[in-house]
């Protein structure tokens, strides 16, 4: 794409944005302005699915392959079944990826095309939503990490790449947050308002309000948990499978149609997709179209290229396309993100040092955002949420870095790359302990405070009991019996109304947040065997017999010297018994036969 071309897009976008006020995407009909970002499209502006063919694309974080691929591959599906392709992208086009402004440049120039416009529909996603633009300093920056894309604007400062980024900042203010479909099915590019927001949503215009717009832009579904307690200290807080039900039933009041299966981005799989199996009444779909994965386990390419086909009244249907391994190598190649080949240890060595000056930059600009007294101050907290992410991204790039250098130094006299950037490991920890005391420790784990008390004594059959089990910072509770989840119990108590034989066993408790779990102690629960209605006097049982107690580790190992010992000590007792026995019997005998002199007259002998 040349500069002409370039310029072209962008005064293009930049004419449309002036001249209109959403730029007349599709499903904009359904809306009176570009401020209404919610959208509901009802039975009159449904889709005709005989004659139109609804094509859904998850994050692109600037894969440019994966991208017109997908494309590509959707509209010749159409073609061949004799329909209309629409594109539904779910956001975050930016970042992660190398090539973020070619992925713009191609999304917008379709925009561009009067033909095409109707035909397409982008839900903003955070790292859209995010990009941001500093007019006193003239920089680029982000509220989210990753962000490749603002990095690379304020790298390229030539005119038409800094008009680039602001025309994509005031377009994606005007993209709606989510679409609720007349058949039961609604996008976004996150989750949903969470349930402190429930009960002021009471109209179309409450469900446009802002916590609600951020919610859909930056909430988690947690794929196991039933309920998750609403954290607004930080923007991507979870959700639960009931918290999902529960807002379903809302918007279905509000909008009055039914709101059953939702289908969003945000969250990435190597696979390409993921079906949420725990939420099986109102159900979720996550999807990504990515053949270029760097920031998944087992990337930087993935094995599949998915989107999603719209199937009217049911989830829609993933199209997995294969992405042939060989030819993602050479890819990976020209991408230059990760090469497929080993890197010359001077290159390798060149790019640790880059690595660690650029972790060292972000730790330090982490600190001073860390810095702030006011964290009920919306923009304070929303500065330190940001300090966090680049604390975290900034301590990986710092280990892998090391990791190289460590690899390819060949010179023990040259610098290490850590000192040349400046870099101290004890600076990350007092960062660290820093954040975690600003967050009010809010990267610990759930601790238990009390722990659950088993019975005294053994329980009577069809009495009741109740476990019971207190922690701070806890969103979840699973009750176990014998390691086993005990259903629908999922509250900081258990309770059994009616104890049965089958009850008898180990009961616990796993506690949960987005930090982590931790297990309350095993408490036994056993059924006595007296029953209520019985008047037999149960029989003395012999008292049990004082077990012998173990012997001591030291003992046991010097048990042969200590035996020698004994049988040693034993005989010099002996001997020295023996001695006194004969010296006093000596005495006797002596004694005996002074006597008998005397008696016979005999002078004692004296020697003179």
Same mark, same amino acid.
């Given at each position: 794409?040349?500069?002409?071309n370039v310029?072209?897009i962008?005064?293009?976008?930049?004419?449309?944005?002036?001249?209109?006020d959403h730029?007349?995407?599709?499903?904009d009909?359904c809306?009176a302005n570009?401020?209404?970002?919610?959208?509901?499209?009802?039975?009159?502006?449904?889709?005709?699915?005989?004659?139109?063919?609804?094509?859904f694309?998850?994050?692109?974080?600037?894969?440019?392959?994966?991208?017109?691929?997908?494309?590509?591959y959707?509209r010749e599906?159409s073609?061949q079944?004799?329909?209309?392709?629409?594109l539904?992208?779910?956001?975050?086009?930016?970042?992660?990826g190398p090539?973020?402004?070619?992925?713009?440049?191609?999304f917008?120039?379709?925009i561009?095309?009067?033909?095409q416009?109707?035909q397409?529909?982008?839900?903003?996603?955070n790292?859209?939503e995010?990009?941001?633009?500093?007019e006193e300093?003239?920089?680029f920056?982000?509220?989210?990490r990753?962000?490749?894309?603002?990095?690379?604007?304020?790298e390229h400062?030539?005119?038409?790449?800094?008009?680039?980024?602001?025309?994509?900042?005031k377009?994606f203010?005007r993209m709606p947050r989510?679409i609720?479909?007349?058949d039961?099915?609604?996008?976004?590019?996150?989750?949903?308002p969470h349930?402190?927001?429930?009960?002021?949503?009471?109209?179309?215009?409450?469900?446009?309000?802002?916590?609600c717009?951020?919610?859909?832009v930056?909430?988690?579904?947690?794929?196991?948990?039933?309920?998750?307690?609403?954290?607004?200290?930080?923007r991507?807080?979870?959700?639960?499978r009931?918290?999902?039900?529960a807002?379903?039933?809302? #918007? &279905?009041n *509000?909008?009055?149609?039914?709101? $059953?299966?939702m289908l969003?981005?945000h +969250?990435h799989?190597?696979?390409g997709? @993921?079906?949420y199996?725990?939420?099986?009444?109102?159900?979720?779909?996550?999807?990504?179209?990515?053949?270029?994965?760097?920031?998944?386990?087992?990337g930087?390419s993935?094995?599949?290229?998915?989107?999603?086909?719209?199937?009217?009244?049911?989830m829609p249907?993933v199209?997995?396309?294969?992405?042939?391994k060989?030819?993602?190598?050479?890819v990976?190649?020209n991408?230059?993100?990760d090469?497929a080949h080993?890197p010359?240890a001077?290159a390798?060595l060149a790019?640790?040092?880059?690595?660690?000056e650029?972790?060292?930059?972000?730790?330090?600009?982490?600190?001073? #955002? &860390?810095? *702030?007294q006011?964290?009920?101050? $919306?923009p304070?907290?929303?500065?330190? +949420?940001?300090?966090?992410?680049?604390l @975290?991204?900034?301590?990986e790039?710092?280990?892998?870095?090391a990791?190289?250098?460590?690899k390819y130094a060949?010179?023990?006299?040259?610098?290490?790359a850590?000192?040349?950037?400046?870099?101290?490991?004890?600076?990350?920890?007092?960062?660290r302990e820093?954040l975690v005391?600003?967050t009010?420790g809010e990267s610990?784990?759930?601790?238990?405070?009390?722990?659950?008390?088993?019975p005294?004594e053994?329980?009577?059959?069809?009495?009741s009991?109740?476990f019971?089990v207190?922690?701070d910072?806890a969103?979840?509770?699973?009750?176990?019996k014998?390691?086993?989840?005990i259903?629908?119990?999922?509250?900081?108590?258990y309770?059994?109304?009616s104890?049965?034989?089958? +009850?008898?066993?180990s009961?616990?408790?796993?506690?949960?947040?987005?930090?982590g779990?931790?297990?309350s102690e095993?408490?036994?629960l056993?059924?006595s065997?007296?029953t209520?209605d019985?008047?037999d006097?149960?029989?003395?049982?012999?008292?049990?017999e004082?077990e012998?107690?173990?012997?001591?580790?030291w003992?046991?190992?010097?048990?042969?010297v200590?035996?020698i010992?004994?049988?040693?000590?034993?005989g010099i007792l002996s001997?020295?018994l023996?001695?006194?026995?004969?010296?006093?019997?000596?005495?006797?005998?002596?004694?005996?036969?002074?006597?008998?002199?005397?008696?016979?007259?005999?002078?004692?002998k004296?020697?003179?």
């Amino acid at each position: 794409m040349n500069e002409q071309n370039v310029e072209e897009i962008v005064g293009g976008l930049e004419r449309l944005l002036k001249e209109k006020d959403h730029p007349g995407l599709l499903f904009d009909d359904c809306r009176a302005n570009s401020k209404q970002q919610v959208i509901q499209v009802d039975e009159e502006n449904a889709r005709d699915p005989k004659e139109e063919d609804v094509w859904f694309f998850g994050d692109i974080h600037g894969d440019l392959l994966g991208m017109k691929a997908a494309i590509k591959y959707a509209r010749e599906t159409s073609e061949q079944d004799g329909k209309e392709p629409l594109l539904v992208f779910l956001g975050d086009l930016t970042d992660r990826g190398p090539l973020d402004y070619l992925v713009l440049l191609e999304f917008y120039s379709m925009i561009l095309d009067e033909e095409q416009r109707n035909q397409i529909c982008v839900i903003a996603g955070n790292h859209d939503e995010c990009l941001k633009y500093n007019e006193e300093s003239g920089e680029f920056y982000a509220t989210v990490r990753p962000a490749e894309f603002s990095d690379w604007l304020n790298e390229h400062k030539e005119d038409v790449w800094q008009r680039l980024g602001k025309v994509t900042i005031k377009f994606f203010e005007r993209m709606p947050r989510a679409i609720f479909l007349p058949d039961g099915l609604f996008c976004a590019h996150a989750g949903v308002p969470h349930v402190d927001l429930h009960d002021g949503i009471d109209s179309l215009e409450k469900l446009n309000g802002k916590q609600c717009l951020e919610d859909f832009v930056w909430t988690r579904a947690h794929e196991r948990a039933p309920k998750k307690r609403p954290n607004r200290t930080t923007r991507g807080c979870s959700f639960g499978r009931k918290d999902f039900e529960a807002f379903c039933e809302v #918007a &279905a009041n *509000v909008l009055g149609q039914p709101v $059953e299966r939702m289908l969003r981005g945000h +969250d990435h799989y190597l696979e390409g997709h @993921k079906h949420y199996e725990k939420y099986d009444d109102k159900s979720i779909l996550t999807l990504n179209t990515r053949c270029w994965q760097p920031d998944i386990a087992g990337g930087p390419s993935a094995p599949y290229l998915c989107v999603a086909r719209w199937v009217q009244g049911a989830m829609p249907e993933v199209h997995r396309i294969k992405a042939p391994k060989d030819l993602m190598e050479k890819v990976a190649r020209n991408y230059g993100k990760d090469s497929a080949h080993e890197p010359t240890a001077e290159a390798a060595l060149a790019r640790a040092r880059e690595a660690l000056e650029a972790a060292a930059v972000a730790a330090r600009e982490a600190m001073e #955002a &860390a810095q *702030v007294q006011d964290l009920a101050d $919306e923009p304070a907290q929303e500065k330190l +949420d940001t300090a966090i992410v680049a604390l @975290k991204e900034a301590t990986e790039r710092l280990k892998k870095a090391a990791e190289q250098e460590e690899k390819y130094a060949a010179n023990p006299d040259q610098k290490t790359a850590a000192e040349e950037a400046g870099v101290d490991a004890r600076f990350f920890t007092i960062l660290r302990e820093t954040l975690v005391r600003l967050t009010k420790g809010e990267s610990k784990t759930p601790e238990i405070v009390t722990q659950p008390v088993q019975p005294e004594e053994p329980l009577m059959l069809d009495k009741s009991f109740t476990f019971n089990v207190t922690a701070d910072g806890a969103d979840t509770y699973q009750w176990k019996k014998d390691d086993e989840d005990i259903v629908d119990a999922n509250d900081s108590s258990y309770t059994i109304s009616s104890v049965a034989d089958s +009850d008898v066993g180990s009961y616990s408790v796993v506690i949960g947040n987005d930090h982590g779990n931790v297990t309350s102690e095993l408490v036994e629960l056993n059924i006595s065997d007296t029953t209520t209605d019985t008047e037999d006097e149960p029989e003395d049982e012999p008292e049990d017999e004082p077990e012998d107690e173990p012997e001591s580790p030291w003992l046991q190992k010097n048990k042969p010297v200590l035996f020698i010992a004994s049988l040693i000590t034993i005989g010099i007792l002996s001997l020295v018994l023996m001695r006194s026995c004969n010296s006093e019997q000596s005495n006797l005998e002596g004694t005996g036969q002074d006597e008998n002199n005397a008696s016979q007259g005999t002078p004692k002998k004296t020697e003179g």
